[in-house]
Nanobody, 118 residues
Framework: VQLQASGGGLVQTGGSLTLSCAAS????????MAWYRQTPGNQRDLVAS???????NYLDSVKDRFTISRDYAKNTVNLQMIGLKPEDTAVYYC?????????????WGQGTLVTVSS
């Protein structure tokens, strides 16, 4: 299973970006999906997650600014980010939990860098 993330880049404070992550398997073979982020020397933190049973969940600091969504037809998960702040600067990673033949397996994308300038 491959997760291909895209959409990162450089943006000014207050700007917007949308990250997208495409999974190489069928939608019904993926359960929950999420976006994490990591800065140098720090752990990888959950930013937002989405699942049919779990709904959507967000890191407190991004609530009301970030929106996670999933396109089951394209098997993608998107993260729309508005009102970006310098503290949002990080490498963002797409994450997926497998189901059916991939049950119990976890997958990561390659990471996409988001830089917010002050």
């Amino acid at each position: 299973v491959q997760l291909q993330a895209s959409g990162g880049g450089l943006v000014q404070t207050g700007g917007s970006l949308t990250l997208s992550c495409a999974a190489s398997v069928k939608s019904f073979e993926i359960d929950n999906m999420a976006w994490y982020r990591q800065t140098p020397g720090n752990q990888r933190d959950l930013v937002a997650s989405i699942g049919e049973r779990s709904g959507t969940n967000y890191l407190d600091s991004v609530k009301d600014r970030f929106t996670i969504s999933r396109d089951y037809a394209k098997n993608t998960v998107n993260l729309q980010m508005i009102g970006l702040k310098p503290e949002d600067t990080a490498v963002y990673y797409c994450y997926a939990e497998g189901t059916r033949r991939y049950r119990g397996r976890h997958f990561w994308g390659q990471g996409t860098l988001v830089t917010v300038s002050s």
